[in-house]
């Protein structure tokens, strides 16, 4: 019995190890722990800013890459051709601001996202919108409560709900090097993504996707591996911290909803692998603070 209660404990051991080294992790443009739809998710995006520590400190703490950056890199930026951002119909209430792309208009959104550590999966990319009918945002009517639509989707004056594929926006992901980046990744490369469901290979060059009134919507960027071909026939190369994704959503001019997007509405997320750690430094190397009054996310 002593000798089997010795084995259990040494494979105990080994595996605490093991899943030791893979942690979940997400980011953000700006500082990731004030991100609105990470602050109010307490039950997975409060767990990760906790728990997940580099040497420096819990690393979302420290994720705010759009004022400063080595020298050199680009800062994380939101950008958009739709309009002035303002309080959003949706999401409002808890801090975010939108702007606006309404019935048949057309405008494109872009986020640029720094990876603090690097993946060991594939990375889904969240996207929060708010989607309503035409015109019905409050206070001119309903908003989300009896105004929400979903993008392409129509409905007819005899009452038929009407779905078009080419009134939906489309996106497209790039990876993009960092200063810590795989030898030989000196360009951009077009992600790959896996359909759901079907885990199909499709190039995240301008695909169409749907989404619907304040859902979230998920889509899973391939990892990328070195030396493997990605579907638009580029050489790939494995990501690691300090690399960045470049998100573009693109509002076709037949779009059928009104649709807002703000900084806040892309996180992207994966599985870290430990020790792979990318903080926002100050010049003489120190972090720079970016959390909620240093409390944990959830207080």
């Not at 259990?8 to 605490?16: I, K, P, T, Y």
């Not at 739809?37 to 580099?54: D, L």
């Amino acid at each position: 019995m002593k000798k089997v209660m010795l084995i259990l404990l040494a494979v105990m051991f080994v595996a605490s190890t093991a899943w030791a080294g893979n942690i979940p992790e997400f980011d953000a443009v700006g500082c990731d722990t004030q991100n609105v739809f990470a602050r109010t998710n307490i039950a997975q995006y409060g767990q990760v800013a906790q728990w997940n520590w580099g040497p420096l400190g819990p690393i979302n703490d420290y994720s705010d890459f759009t004022t400063r950056t080595p020298f050199g890199w680009t800062y994380e930026y939101f950008r958009q051709t739709a309009g002035q951002l303002f309080a959003d119909p949706c999401f409002g209430c808890f801090g975010l601001l939108s702007a606006l792309t309404d019935s048949y208009n057309e405008s494109v959104y872009e986020w640029y996202i720094y990876l603090q550590m690097k993946p060991e999966s594939d990375l889904n990319i969240n996207i929060y919108d708010c989607v309503l009918k035409h015109n019905e945002q409050w206070p001119l009517g309903p908003g989300i409560w009896g105004a929400a639509e979903q993008t392409g989707r129509y409905r007819a004056d005899w009452g038929q709900l009407i779905f078009v594929l080419g009134g939906n926006p489309s996106i497209y992901v790039e990876a993009i090097p960092g200063q810590y980046a795989t030898p030989n990744f000196t360009a951009p490369f077009i992600m790959d993504a896996r359909t759901l469901p079907g885990l199909d290979i499709v190039a995240l060059d301008g695909v169409l996707y749907t989404s619907k009134a304040l859902w979230s919507e998920g889509i899973v960027a391939v990892m990328p591996e070195t030396g493997v071909t990605n579907a638009s026939g580029q050489t790939m190369y494995a990501l690691k911290h300090g690399d960045r994704i470049y998100v573009k959503i693109t509002i076709p001019q037949f779009n059928t909803a009104d649709i807002r997007y703000g900084a806040d509405s892309v996180i992207v997320k994966y599985i870290g692998i430990v020790g792979n750690y990318y903080y926002n430094l100050d010049p003489a190397g120190n972090p720079i603070y970016c959390g909620i009054d240093g409390m944990p996310i959830e207080q």
